[in-house]
Structure formats: C-alpha cells, structure tokens
C-alpha cells in the first residue's frame, strides 16, 4: 500500500503561481511512474503531467510551457508548479503512483482543489 497526500492548493488569480506536492509513504525512487490529474466540475479526470521511471515526462498539451513537474527522492515527494495559472485550471488536483513491484498496485490521493479566479 502507498498512501498519497497532496498539499499546496489554494484560490489565487489569473497569472499567479502555485506549487502542489504529493506526499508519498515510501520511496518514490522505486516506484514505476507517477503523475498529477485533474477533474473539474462536471467534466472528466484528465492527465495533467507524469514521469515514467525509464520514460519521458509528459504534459497536457493546455499545461505545456506553465506547468513543471518534479520530484525530490529524498523527501519522497513529488512537486506540480505551475505558473501563469488560468481559470480554466481550476478543478481538484489529484497524484497518482503506479508501483510495480513487489506488488503491482495503482494508487491516487485525496485530492486537493486549485481555483483560479479571473
């Protein structure tokens, strides 16, 4: 089991900055890929960024060039900033991990909601 705990959530106004984090219980190094979705009202989850642990780093084409994602091993964390925010970014920010082994297993946290007023 991997308990995941997003922070960093917030209102803020157009063009402003935030920085999410994702928690995780146990060694992100090992673990296959993670990533940050999101769901607005009324619409579905959809990916916003993910590494892959031999892959590529992947972005929403509406988040490319504002957005960054990142991950410190150390601290087991991994780390969404985004910059340039827009209202239509607004929605419940969610990580998810998929580990591989030993166990495979895919995991999401609560969630933590991101508003951006115009």
């Known amino acids: 089991q991997v308990q995941l705990v997003e922070s960093g959530g917030g209102l803020v106004q157009a063009g402003e900055s935030l920085r999410l984090s994702c928690a995780a219980s146990q060694s992100i190094f090992s673990i296959a890929a993670m990533g940050w979705y999101r769901q607005a009202p009324g619409k579905q989850r959809e990916l916003v960024a993910a590494?892959?642990?031999?892959?590529?780093?992947n972005y929403a084409d509406s988040v490319k060039g504002r957005f960054t994602i990142s991950r410190d091993n150390a601290e087991n964390t991994m780390y969404l900033q985004m910059n340039s925010l827009k209202p239509t970014d607004t929605a419940v920010y969610y990580c998810?991990?998929?580990?591989?082994?030993?166990?495979?297993?895919?995991?999401w946290g609560q969630g933590t909601q991101v508003t951006v007023s115009s």
């Open positions: 998810r991990a998929i580990v591989a082994e030993p166990e495979p297993g895919d995991y």
């Open positions: 590494w892959q642990k031999f892959g590529n780093t």
